[in-house]
């Protein structure tokens, strides 16, 4: 069961961003994770009249590693580690390990 998942809001333990908030977007493989508004790049693009795209400078989000980053825990409004708990009728869920409440999802 994957404990940082596309939607979630985490937190930045490490890094340039460390601080700083965003949602999951997209996850890409086990380990690296695209999380909205944290570790942006200025790209600079050529432009491609074939394809139409416009030439100049972009910033775009690129991928973090899982380990920088923390599930953000709204009672307790920190990062927070995550375990996984088996439930009477089977069902794992995801808990928060500081206060052991189920993580909204």
């Not at 460390?18 to 695209?34: A, P, S």
């Not at 380990?67 to 069902?91: A, C, H, I, W």
């Amino acid at each position: 069961m994957k404990k940082i998942r596309k939607g979630d809001d985490v937190v930045v333990i490490s890094g340039r961003d460390k601080g700083k908030r965003g949602t999951v977007i997209l996850r890409l493989d086990d380990e690296m994770l695209l999380v909205e508004g944290i570790n942006r790049v200025k790209k600079h693009t050529k432009p491609n009249p074939m394809k139409g795209q416009q030439g100049g400078i972009l910033e775009k989000e690129m991928p973090i590693h899982l380990s920088n980053v923390s599930l953000f825990n709204p009672v307790t409004q920190k990062g927070d580690r995550v375990g996984v708990k088996v439930l009477e009728d089977g069902r794992k869920v995801r808990v928060f390990r500081s206060n052991g409440e189920l993580v909204e999802a």
